[in-house]
């Protein structure tokens, strides 16, 4: 890690404490506690049903098994350190009985022969961290850096359960094109009663300035894959923090994406990676200018309007084809907005959100403010149950947006930073793995975008998608 990098973010977050997302525990090898008092076997079948109509890549008689990425990194001995360690996970708990052991394996289960390792299950629900790393490789289906094969593709770990048999399975997947793949049913919807995968400060995932190229860092860094590889997995939802630096000659130059005031990358190279992704796709995008760190506002916290605007000429530039416009598509105060096949029927199908209702009021075409649910905590439990109460009583009827954000992130103390207690792998692993929990019991019915970091450490995409199938099916 680039330190200098690091205690400069540490200091200037340190100040702010805007969105930030730090807990105090971590406890990478304990079984998590989940709902017990709710359960989804409905979930777990709608996935496996959209598995099988597409192609076999998950199976199971009763219950369910994913794969996910640990995100902390695991010190070994002799200052050795393993990087992306592969989860295996269970839920067995709607089952009769349960299987005695699970495996990770590198191509579809047949047999516990071909198992890279293999773990003794002892409860109905849990986890385990294996020893083996997903390694740097490529996105499968050629879809690495340009369109690829449509539909779902998997990446090379497997994972399996049973006795002597292999009785489920499933892997870890890439979901580029789920919208169009469960087209018949869920383009009926509108879009505030859709299930979506999101992203917490999605452009935090890699430096790129011209002091540091930082792949990974304790207080600044909340994703781990580029914006195209979110795309490509499934995510559908970005919250953007956008900053702007006067220092650079051109305009297109000055605007960054920023974790609080700390600059991480420039935006419009990332636009461009979303303009790529709608081009060759029909799947429908939320962006969301969700805060505005540096350089948009006076002191006096009057905005300053040249610079929103020239926000709003890059956006419109580099995705103004695709951009579906507020005014044409009607955002009244507790609708749910128009249905996924109207955006694709116009082919209209980039939603750009904006913070800042005075901006939005001389732009029309914007759409308004997306409520966050935030709870503004570094306590995982209270996370939790702020998020219980806030989503079962969202949509909120006075709402100028069809559409709300669960941000299921803790968020640090100026001493959580100042002290480097914790990282921002540590602790989006104390609350991943309770967040697909959540998803699939006490958020199933109400849920709309459900924002993570590292979400390679849930299953918020494939449990997402089987929800929005399965509300489809009750039209």
């Not at 009769?96 to 890279?116: C, E, V």
């Not at 961290?129 to 990446?155: N, R």
């Not at 749910?336 to 029927?345: C, Y």
Request: charged share 20%; hydrophobic share 40%.
């Amino acid at each position: 890690m680039n330190m200098g990098v690091s205690w400069y973010a540490v200091g200037f977050l340190a100040a702010s404490v805007l969105g930030a997302t730090i807990t105090l525990s971590f406890m990478p090898w304990r079984t998590p506690s989940t709902d017990t008092d709710i359960k989804s076997s409905r979930i777990m079948r709608t996935l496996k049903r959209v598995s099988a109509e597409k192609q076999v890549l998950e199976k199971s008689a009763c219950g369910r098994v994913w794969v996910t990425v640990h995100s902390p990194e695991i010190r070994l001995g002799a200052g050795g350190k393993l990087l992306d360690a592969i989860e295996l996970n269970w839920d067995f708990s709607s089952c009769s009985t349960i299987p005695t052991r699970i495996g990770l394996f590198d191509d579809r289960p047949s047999s516990w022969n071909n198992a890279l390792a293999t773990y003794f299950i002892g409860s109905r629900e849990g986890h385990v961290v294996t020893s083996i790393s997903l390694g740097i490789g490529t996105l499968p289906a050629g879809w690495e850096s340009s369109p690829g094969l449509k539909g779902p593709h998997c990446l090379w770990p497997w994972v399996g359960a049973g006795e002597s048999q292999i009785q489920s399975y499933n892997c870890l997947k890439i979901q580029p094109t789920w919208m169009e793949d469960n087209a018949a049913r869920i383009n009926r919807l509108r879009i505030g009663d859709l299930a979506l995968p999101g992203t917490h400060n999605a452009g935090a995932w890699r430096f790129d300035t011209e002091i540091s190229t930082v792949a990974r860092d304790s207080f600044v860094l909340c994703q781990d894959r580029s914006i195209w590889a979110q795309l490509v997995h499934g995510i559908r939802y970005f919250d953007f923090r956008i900053a702007y630096y006067d220092v650079y000659p051109r305009e297109e130059d000055r605007y960054w994406l920023n974790h609080n005031l700390i600059r991480v990358r420039p935006l419009v190279p990332l636009l461009r990676e979303i303009k790529a992704f709608l081009d060759s796709t029909k799947e429908v995008i939320f962006l969301d200018a969700h805060h505005f760190p540096v350089g948009f506002y006076q002191q006096n916290g009057a905005p300053i309007r040249s610079v929103h605007n020239g926000l709003i000429r890059l956006v419109q530039r580099e995705l103004g084809p695709h951009l579906a416009l507020a005014t044409q598509f009607g955002t009244g105060a507790g609708t749910r907005g128009p249905t996924l096949q109207s955006l694709v029927d116009a082919d209209k199908r980039l939603l750009f959100s904006y913070v800042d209702n005075s901006i939005v009021a001389d732009n029309p075409w914007l759409w308004p403010i997306l409520p966050h649910l935030w709870a503004n905590t570094n306590d995982p439990n209270r996370l939790l149950q702020y998020l219980d109460r806030a989503i079962s009583t969202s949509p909120q009827p006075s709402a100028r947006s069809p559409m709300f954000s669960a941000m299921a992130q803790t968020t640090p103390t100026v001493l959580d930073i100042l002290f480097l207690r914790g990282s921002l792998r540590e602790n989006a692993d104390a609350v991943n793995r309770n967040v697909t929990a959540r998803l699939t019991t006490r958020w199933r019915n109400q849920a709309n975008i459900v924002s993570t970091d590292f979400f390679l450490g849930n299953d918020v995409i494939d449990v997402s998608i089987a929800i929005s199938t399965e509300r489809a099916n009750w039209l």
